[in-house]
């Protein structure tokens, strides 16, 4: 028979064993997990397997993560925000020692996205962009501020006309929002948040079918071909197809399954058809108060949208048939026009639409009286800058001359040279010549300037 302390040493390693075996299961069950990834990854990229743990350590934390051995695969999120400085916690959150994935995801911010209003404050608005002193730099409180994310335009026209509240002046923004520095008469003070459980039978409708219907930038996308898209920044700057389909190399993420990101990738050379997975999907009824879809898209992805020629796809998917537009208003993307002011605000709470959108057919055509205004590039345009050195299809230097808005934001790839103007597409990098209306024998009226009015006799027919 066993001594007590035979006993006790039996005891202690099977103890031990036990503990042992149990460490090795769980270590075991997490190289399966991760090694599967890997597995799949090597085999549908066809490149020769090399598995094994991959840590990085970023230099903005120090601290090692091991995310990327199962999201191997997975882009870099961009050029100005490289792996080997973020790494992925820094926007992510997460615990980066983990290789057990709901272990790994306990604590991600923002769910999917990072970048969703809600947490704004924690992530992009953390230390990087907001709080400097220039204000073009402070996109996370712009776009919080802006027409795209308050919505307060809208909700108060629909309130007004259903007799919810006794003027038109905007109450409510999507999300209550403020702004400590109203610098004209025309910037709102402040937003109060639009009721969660509103009493008024017109704000419960609106709140049913228009608010929680997907088309600002803190709601869900409607889960729709077309529709796909992410909320917050990356509503603009992560692209989905219409499809909504994964295109990239990380296999934790399917590929067959609808409502992902194309790639894991920010650009600021945003196609037209980003911009529409919100714009010109549909009509408001003001009358039912609800979003009326248009019936006239055809089905994505293969084989129609993938294979039709560029032109057919834009002018079928660009704009609705009810609508009236210039040859350059669908041949060119939303980008070319619209500013990052007019996409993303200035900093100040606009009443409504109307006083933020300030781009107008004159602003490259110029008037039958007046060419276009242009302005030479000089260090003081950092903003404009800075964009053209984050966009790969054209440049911008120093002494160049470009044509520039009524609110003085320069349109860095409309250039001017001889006399001869020309437009760089931000998003293809084709070329086109952008001719004035002086001297065109154009039959305008000068004092009319609205898109409008140039559709009588510029419109293009579908
Ligand atoms: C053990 C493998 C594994 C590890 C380690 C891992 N992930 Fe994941 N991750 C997955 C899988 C699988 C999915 C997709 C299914 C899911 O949501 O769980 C995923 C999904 C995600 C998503 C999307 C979540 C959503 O709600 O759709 C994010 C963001 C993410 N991971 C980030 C990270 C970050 C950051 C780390 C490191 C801190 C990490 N992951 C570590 C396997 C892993
Ligand atoms: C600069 C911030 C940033 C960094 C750094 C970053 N991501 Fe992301 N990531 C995002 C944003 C924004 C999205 C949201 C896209 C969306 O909602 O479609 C995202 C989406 C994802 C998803 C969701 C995929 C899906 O559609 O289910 C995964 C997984 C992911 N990131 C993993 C990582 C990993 C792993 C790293 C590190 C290698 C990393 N990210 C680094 C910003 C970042
Ligand atoms: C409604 C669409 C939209 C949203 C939402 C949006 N952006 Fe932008 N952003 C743009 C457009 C348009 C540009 C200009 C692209 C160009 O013409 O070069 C831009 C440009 C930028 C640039 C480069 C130019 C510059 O000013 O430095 C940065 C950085 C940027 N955005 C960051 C952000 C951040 C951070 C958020 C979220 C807080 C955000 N954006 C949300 C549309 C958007
Ligand atoms: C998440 C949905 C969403 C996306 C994506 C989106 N918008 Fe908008 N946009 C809106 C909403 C909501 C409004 C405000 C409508 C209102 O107040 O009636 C708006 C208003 C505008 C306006 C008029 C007001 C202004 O600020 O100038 C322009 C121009 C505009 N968007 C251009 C763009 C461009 C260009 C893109 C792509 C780079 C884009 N939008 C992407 C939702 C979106
Ligand atoms: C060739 C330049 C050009 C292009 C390209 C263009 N727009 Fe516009 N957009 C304008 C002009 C000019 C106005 C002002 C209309 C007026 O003067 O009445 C405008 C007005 C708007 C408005 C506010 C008024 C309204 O009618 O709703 C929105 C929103 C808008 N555009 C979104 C877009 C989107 C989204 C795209 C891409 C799908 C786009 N635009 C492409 C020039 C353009
Ligand atoms: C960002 C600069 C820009 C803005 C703003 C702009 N255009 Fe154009 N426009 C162009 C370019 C570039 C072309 C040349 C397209 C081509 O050659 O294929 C063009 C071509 C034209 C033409 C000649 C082609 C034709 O249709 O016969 C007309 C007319 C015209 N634009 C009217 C307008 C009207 C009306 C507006 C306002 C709704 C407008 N443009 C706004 C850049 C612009
Ligand atoms: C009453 C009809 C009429 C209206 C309204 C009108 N135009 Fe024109 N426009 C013309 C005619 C005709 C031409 C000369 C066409 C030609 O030479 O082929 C012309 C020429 C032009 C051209 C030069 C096109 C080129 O390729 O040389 C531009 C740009 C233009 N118009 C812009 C505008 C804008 C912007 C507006 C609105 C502010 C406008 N037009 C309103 C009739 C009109």
């Known amino acids: 028979m066993f001594t007590t302390l035979q006993r006790k040493i039996l005891f202690v390693t099977g103890v031990a064993l036990l503990i042992g075996a149990t460490a090795f299961a769980v270590w075991q069950s997490g190289q399966v997990e991760w090694q599967t990834y890997q597995q799949q990854y090597f085999a549908q990229t066809a490149r020769p397997a090399d598995i094994r743990v991959r840590q990085i350590v970023p230099k903005m934390t120090g601290q090692p993560e091991l995310c990327t051995t199962c999201h191997i695969g997975l882009a870099e999120i961009s050029a100005s925000h490289p792996v080997e400085v973020f790494g992925c916690t820094t926007c992510h959150g997460g615990n980066g020692l983990s290789l057990e994935a709901a272990q790994a995801h306990a604590g991600l911010v923002g769910g999917k996205n990072p970048a969703d209003m809600s947490v704004l404050a924690q992530t992009c608005g953390e230390g990087c962009h907001a709080g400097h002193a220039q204000p073009d730099l402070n996109h996370a409180t712009r776009v919080q501020r802006s027409v795209q994310g308050t919505y307060a ?11 919810a509240q006794a003027d038109p002046a905007p109450l409510f923004g999507v999300y209550g929002v403020s702004d400590p520095a109203p610098a004209a008469p025309h910037h709102l003070p402040e937003l109060a948040p639009f009721p969660h459980n509103p009493d ?179 260090a003081e345009h950092q903003s404009a800058l800075r964009a053209a050195r984050l966009n790969p299809n054209y440049s911008l230097e120093i002494g160049d001359r470009v044509l520039v808005t009524e609110r003085g934001e320069l349109l860095g790839n409309v250039k001017v040279e001889n006399d001869q103007v020309t437009l760089t597409s ?13 001297g065109s024998g154009c039959q305008q009226n000068v004092e009319q300037q609205e898109s409008r009015y140039c559709h009588e006799c510029h419109a293009y027919q579908r």
């Not at 335009?153 to 007799?163: D, E, K, L, P, T």
């Not at 600021?268 to 919100?278: G, L, V």
Request: hydrophobic fraction near 30%; include cysteine; charge should be negative.
């Open 200 to 378: 008024h039978p017109v704000d419960r409708q609106f709140a049913q079918n228009c608010l929680d219907s997907g088309c600002h930038l803190s709601a869900e996308a409607r889960a729709a071909p077309y529709f796909y898209r992410a909320t917050g920044c990356a509503a603009c700057h992560v692209i989905y197809e219409d499809d909504g389909l994964y295109r990239g190399d990380d296999p934790t993420i399917p590929r067959n399954e609808p409502g992902h990101m194309s790639r894991h990738q920010f650009t600021t050379a945003i196609p037209f058809y980003q911009c529409n997975h919100c714009h010109n999907r549909g009509n408001y009824s003001l009358r039912q108060m609800e979003f009326v879809l248009r019936d006239d898209l055809p089905p994505t992805g293969p084989p129609l949208s993938a294979q039709m020629p560029p032109e057919g796809r834009r002018l079928i998917e660009y704009y609705q048939p009810i609508g009236q537009f210039t040859l350059c208003e669908w041949e060119l993307d939303c980008i070319e026009c619209h500013t990052a002011q007019e996409a993303m605000g200035d900093g100040h709470i606009y009443p409504d639409q109307r006083e933020m959108q300030y781009t107008q057919c004159r602003t490259c055509h110029g008037t039958a009286e007046q060419l276009p205004d242009v302005v030479t590039v000089s």
């Open 426 to 438: 931000k998003v293809s990098g084709q070329s086109y010549p952008v001719n004035p209306v002086l």
């Open 153 to 163: 335009g809208a909700i108060a026209a629909v309130r007004f006309a259903f007799g």
